[in-house]
């Protein structure tokens, strides 16, 4: 398989993996959005070989690399008052929302 932009390598990093049993990791490889290998650089590499990729590397110089954390500043008043304020017209059809 030829290399794809879509799959890549990051080294030299120090990976917050949250998991109990491999707390932290060197490097990362991802595919299409999803992890793809995660722990020693050799064992990541070892894993992109394995699916024919040959893919850049990315040397992220000790900088973390955290899971994806979405939103993880939220204003709690501002959910509450949505609830009662807001209303959802995600759902609805154009005229739908028009009338809501």
Known sequence: MSARSDTYVLR???VI?????LPRAEAIAVRAGEIL???GLAAVREA???VGAHVPEH???GAAVLPGLID???????????R???????DLSDPEAIVA
């Open 17 to 21: 993996t949250m998991d109990e049993a």
């Open 84 to 90: 009662h304020f807001w209303i959802d017209v995600r």
């Open 48 to 50: 992109v070989a394995a």
């Open 12 to 14: 030299n990093c120090r």
């Open 59 to 61: 040397d992220l110089r």
């Open 37 to 39: 290998a995660v722990g």
């Open 72 to 82: 993880v500043h939220t204003h709690v008043e501002m959910i509450a008052l949505s």
